[in-house]
């Protein structure tokens, strides 16, 4: 009979869980590049009453049920259009993401709304400085311009969009500046010159559900994500960006109020099965009067 108490009380427990995530997704569903979670379930032990024979299976009882996984769903959400030069998103590539740094520790990150700060280094939202393909000095943007000749395909630094270049009779102040779908940040001078500034970086992991968030929509390498893989927009296992576009939310609002009806059942179904107990329970006291 107390058996199937705790069976209720575990089911009542994980299931909360399960409504943590999803009360998680749909608060999350207009953040950006947010990526939804999910809840699964797996029995708990189960006690042998008798153990299976030729032709007689097993007969057991279930003690209950645990949580198995809570997963991070890392499918690309839908762009949307802001116009603004800064904001970056990522085309056709899961598991790709921008990768920046405070100080020495390393982030990841699906949030392309970047800004500069007044030194002129690409920032995020936290002022974590967005990792890139430095061109030092900015390359010419001409027939002649050969990207390998400086971009190194493994090794990044922090990207910086210089307000001008040259000096003295030579210098030439920053008019406005362009991201294409491979990454090449092209920056606009008095005079008529452009200028490739650099290239926007992005790493690749080969299991991307394998990281682990760590707030302000970033990511951190675990021990199940594989090992991080820099690489440029357009390459082989990577993403396009898209400059005046974010990435939105990939939560499904139809699927968490669906989620939601059944997990609010379930709950009060497992109290029924606590009820339940406790009135045979109740039944089995009332035989000595």
Known sequence: MLKSLYSGVTGMKNIQTKMDVISNNIANVNTTAFKTGRVRFEDMLSQTNASAQTGINAQQVGLGVQVGSIDTVMSGGSLQSTGRALDFGIENGDSSFFTVKDGENTFYTRDGGFYTDPTGNLVTSGGLKVQGFVANPPAVNDTNFNPDTFVDGKTMSAI???????????????????????????????????????????????????????????????????????????????????????????????????????TSRSYQANSRSITTSDTMLEELINLKR
Do not use: C, H, W
């Open 160 to 262: 910086t969009i210089p307000q001008s270049i040259g000096e003295g009779a030579d210098k030439a102040d920053l008019q406005s500046y362009s991201v294409d779908s491979k990454g090449f940040i092209v920056g606009s001078y008095s005079g008529g010159k452009s200028m490739v500034l650099g290239r926007v970086g992005l790493t690749s992991f080969s299991n991307p559900d394998g990281l682990q968030k760590s707030g302000g929509n970033l990511y951190t390498e675990s021990a199940n994500s594989g090992a991080p893989e820099a690489g440029s927009p357009g390459e082989p296992g990577y993403g396009s960006v898209r400059s005046g576009f974010l990435e939105m939310s990939n939560v499904d609002l139809a699927n968490e109020f669906t989620e939601m009806i059944v």
